[in-house]
């Protein structure tokens, strides 16, 4: 290992900045969280952060009971390949392949993952699983029915700034030793749609090159080998403007330049950019809906009761979970739900286009 290799990331970083000048924030947050996740378990009440696979059963049971509806609604096509991007524990695809083996579909089990910390979590959850670090190696033989929970969140993103002279990428740069945004010298008006490369000074538009080569991939497995995809994350439906990078370590906002490396780095996904790559690879949009609303089209609370009725001490901890899934003080209203589909599968329940 050399001396850079050795130094703390925060340090390369200071360094590389130093030597070559500001850096992209899209290296900045591909390098941190690359750190972040390759070597721990950020998840639960000892981690990080807790994802909705996490929170509750019914989540993950929800998604299998639709992934099984859409694929008999499709006429049952075997083989069939459940697979999942970055499944985090591997809570959610136990829970919905446990719900949907119940219906007959037993699909083969994949997950793209690059965290070896995680993968060794995974093996013990599913050990029956194959393992991919991207999509490029997942099988070509059948239809796929794909899950993305948390996960196109923690993408890196471009941030492009409206300046007094015209449209730069916003960099990360040194101030003394702080880490501070700087207006990149290249001119990025070409990038930006024409109807807003006159917005007001100060502006600033996200973009994430790496969820949209995604999207495109992921539509297009879809269009040659059929089947469905679920993407569900915190983001919004229609474009917008302003910075949505976030930081989280212990389950609370610290600031993203304070150590990188040691916190999740995430940023809103624009659901409205990446369904129109998605529709250019002629698959179905069938819709971007709030978490809570798909949610209850599913039948969440019929699915709270029920457990509630067979495990009547549990009764408070299942509605404080019910109400963190839908509620739109908490996860149901910020997060969203897209579907997309093969145009030779069905409408899913839960969007408009079922």
């Known amino acids: 290992m050399s001396e850079f290799e050795q130094l703390g ?26 750190a972040y996740y390759g070597g721990k378990d950020p998840l639960g009440g000892a981690g990080d952060f807790i994802t909705a696979p996490e929170i509750s059963q019914m989540f993950g049971e929800l998604i299998g009971l639709w992934l099984a509806d859409m694929w008999i609604n499709a006429g049952r096509d075997e ?6 991007l970055g499944p985090g524990r591997g809570t959610l695809a136990k829970d919905a392949l446990r719900t949907a083996r119940r219906y007959g579909l037993e699909p083969r089990v994949h997950f793209v993952e690059t965290s070896q910390a995680l993968k060794d979590i995974q093996l013990s959850t599913l050990p029956g699983a194959i393992w991919h670090d991207d999509l490029s190696t997942l099988p070509v033989d059948g239809p796929i029915l794909l899950v993305a929970n948390e996960f196109l969140d923690a993408l890196p993103v471009r941030q492009l700034v409206c300046t007094e002279h015209g449209w730069r990428e916003r960099m990360v740069g040194l101030q003394d030793e702080d880490f501070v945004f700087v207006s990149g010298g290249q001119t990025m008006d070409p990038a930006v749609p024409v109807d807003m490369r006159e917005a007001d000074a100060g502006t600033i538009l996200e973009t994430c ?12 497995r879809l269009a040659e080998q059929g089947g469905c995809a679920l993407f569900i994350d915190y983001g919004h439906a229609e474009m917008r403007t302003g910075s949505s990078l976030q930081a989280v370590r212990e389950h609370r906002k610290v600031d993203p330049f304070a150590a990188p490396g040691e916190a ?8 409205a950019t990446l369904a129109r790559i998605a529709l250019s690879r002629d698959v179905r949009h069938l819709g971007t809906v709030t978490q809570g609303e798909w949610l209850r089209a599913l039948g969440i609370e019929t699915r709270a009761d029920n457990l509630a009725h067979k495990a009547p001490h ?6 404080a979970a019910l109400d963190r899934l839908v509620a739109d003080n908490q ?20 969007f408009p286009a079922a």
Do not use: C
Not at 79 to 84: G, K, L, M, N, S
Not at 209 to 220: C, D, H, R, S
Not at 331 to 350: D, I, Q, T, Y
């Open 314 to 319: 549990y009764k408070q901890e299942i509605d």
């Open 331 to 350: 996860m149901g209203s910020l997060f969203k739900v897209m579907g997309l589909a093969s145009e030779r599968w069905p409408g899913g329940v839960g």
């Open 9 to 34: 990331l925060g340090e390369r970083f200071r360094r590389l900045i130093r030597n070559t000048g500001p850096i992209s924030l899209a290296h900045y947050m591909a390098e941190s969280n690359a």
């Open 209 to 220: 090159p790496a969820a949209a080569a995604i999207l495109f991939e992921v539509a297009g």
């Open 79 to 84: 083989p069939v390949h459940y697979v999942e």
């Open 264 to 271: 999740d780095l995430t940023a809103h996904v624009d659901f």
